[in-house]
């Protein structure tokens, strides 16, 4: 998969403040490819607002992102080279899974047919090959969820976002399609940060923990770390979750 | 649940009174075309229909017809993309603009036909300049254009941004963070999402065009294959010729249902067929 050609683990270094009306939120972390961030909080803690402003949908106010050495936070969305995985998938319904998956490599300027082929191996690797001629609308949960996957990952971005990734998935389906995403979290090369509010995502498919309550940083370290000294009656109320 | 709790109003359906007065309504729709189909001088038709006058009105009329349509298109669309973001701007800019699409639409035509002469007529606000560089538009098949084009662009207008606001714009993020520019977004992305209702839109739009009368006649006159449409020759036959009037009213209804039915099913499957 992606990342840099050599050198150091690519990296994400984030330190910024984003506003959302009259909300301002303040984050800064780092991620580091191979260990996932999970960046957790409840309703309304501003999480959404930094993923926005990650991807590129929401300018900041100040501060900087930098991915792999190069600060990204002028740029627009698409020349960020970041994925992004969204809550409801969004995906194209127009386009039939061969051509979501392929569409970022169209993007690059590659023709259609040889996109179509350069988007096989990703089909094949999310087991989506029997899929490639369905339309969104024909796909379960969890099969929206590997082609938003596949589709993102195609397009080779140098990091990746996850928003709330089971949100949107039946409660039953939920624990084998985590197992799933954790799978493919781990194969892929660069920095990754999933929003989330559930513990279970948390323990399954991150290493790093980013708090955020009501616009700041709370806490930060690993889910063990977390686990042993909760900083705020919000983390202590996620562990107990994790553990019930 | 006893069986005396009320049920549903909507599970019992309309009451007898919805169904009588949506009968009459029914009625008032299709009997005046049933009575063009029983009235038509069937023997004559043949005769009529290839007469010299109805294939040049014919012709005009669609030739003028597909034209308003494409201008329709390559400038409504935008204006439909103006519209549908306009919700987020300050109440009164939003209210002229939609008012401005919506004027056509319950302007009575030949108000709409006397004041495109006033301003493009050879002493109009804008035609006396267009005159001075020789341009002259009244009354020629331009003319017809521009009259049908101004009648039927809310049709366009309305059925681009429903679909616009319909649509789930928040796909055009997920093609961006793919790579996508903004015009490859709104080529790949957004263009492909309203596509069924721009489809609808021209579809409204060429039916109105090609049964555009008042604006026209105002606007362009009536010389024959130059501005005089199927509506004008079937009005002006029903003068003097009731049977040819009946007959250049059925070749009209003809058309524009059949494009209604043809378009239906070709242009509009639906993204999800």
């Given at each position: 998969m992606s990342g840099p050609a050599s050198g150091a683990p690519a990296a994400l270094i984030v330190d910024l403040a984003a506003r959302h009306g009259s909300f301002e939120v303040m984050a800064s972390f780092h991620v580091v490819a191979a260990r996932p961030l999970a960046l957790v909080g409840p309703n309304g803690a501003g999480k959404t607002t930094v993923l926005n402003a990650l991807a590129g949908h929401l300018a900041l106010e100040r501060g900087s992102i930098l991915l792999d050495g190069r600060d990204i936070a002028g740029l627009p969305p698409e020349a960020r080279r970041i994925g992004v995985v969204f809550q409801?998938?969004?995906?194209?319904?127009?386009?039939s899974v061969a051509d979501n998956v392929a569409f970022g490599i169209r993007m690059r300027g590659t023709r259609r047919a040889a996109a179509r082929a350069a988007a096989l191996p990703w089909l094949e690797r999310f087991d989506l090959a029997a899929l490639a001629?369905?339309?969104?609308?024909?796909?379960?949960g969890g099969q929206a969820q590997r082609v938003a996957l596949a589709r993102a990952l195609a397009a080779e971005p140098d990091a990746l976002l996850l928003d709330?990734?089971?949100?949107?998935?039946?409660v039953e389906v939920r624990d084998e399609v985590r197992a799933d995403l954790a799978r493919h979290l781990r194969e892929f090369s660069g920095p990754t940060v999933i929003v989330t509010h559930s513990a279970a995502d948390v323990a399954a498919l991150a290493s790093e923990v980013v708090v955020l309550e009501a616009g700041a940083v709370t806490q930060r370290g690993s889910w063990e770390a977390l686990r042993r000294t909760p900083a705020t009656p919000y983390v202590a109320r996620l562990v107990r979750e994790g553990e019930g | 649940m006893p069986d005396s709790a009320p049920r549903s109003p909507t599970r019992r359906g309309p009451a007898v009174i919805v169904w009588v007065i949506a009968g009459v309504a029914l009625a008032l729709l299709v009997l005046p075309l049933l009575a063009i189909l029983l009235s038509a001088p069937w023997a004559r038709m043949p005769a009529l229909l290839v007469a010299p006058e109805t294939l040049q009105a014919l012709g005009l009329s669609v030739l003028t017809a597909v034209i308003s349509t494409v201008l329709c298109l390559v400038l409504g669309i935008p204006l439909a993309v103006v519209l549908a973001r306009s919700v987020a701007w300050p109440v009164v800019p939003r209210r002229v603009l939609r008012a401005a699409v919506t004027v056509p639409l319950v302007l009575p035509p030949v108000v709409g036909g006397l004041a495109l002469l006033l301003l493009l007529g050879r002493n109009g606000v804008l035609g006396r300049w267009l005159a001075a560089v020789g341009i002259t538009i009244p009354f020629t098949t331009g003319a017809v254009v521009i009259a049908q084009t101004f009648v039927a662009m809310p049709f366009l207008v309305f059925a681009v941004e429903g679909a616009l606001r319909g649509a789930d714009r928040r796909v055009e993020l997920a093609a961006a963070s793919l790579g996508a520019s903004p015009w490859k977004v709104f080529r790949t992305v957004t263009v492909p999402l309203v596509a069924p209702g721009v489809a609808a839109g021209a579809v409204l739009c060429f039916a109105r065009a090609l049964g555009e009368f008042g604006a026209t006649i105002t606007f362009a006159g009536s010389y024959p294959g130059v501005t005089r449409t199927l509506p004008i020759a079937s009005y002006l036959a029903s003068q003097n010729d009731l049977s040819q009037s009946i007959a250049l009213a059925l070749v009209l209804l003809v058309v524009s249902v059949g494009v209604l039915l043809g378009l239906r099913d070709r242009w509009l499957p639906g993204v999800r067929g």
């Open positions: 409801d998938f969004l995906l194209f319904p127009h386009l001629g369905r339309y969104p609308h024909e796909l379960s709330e990734p089971m949100a949107s998935l039946d | -």
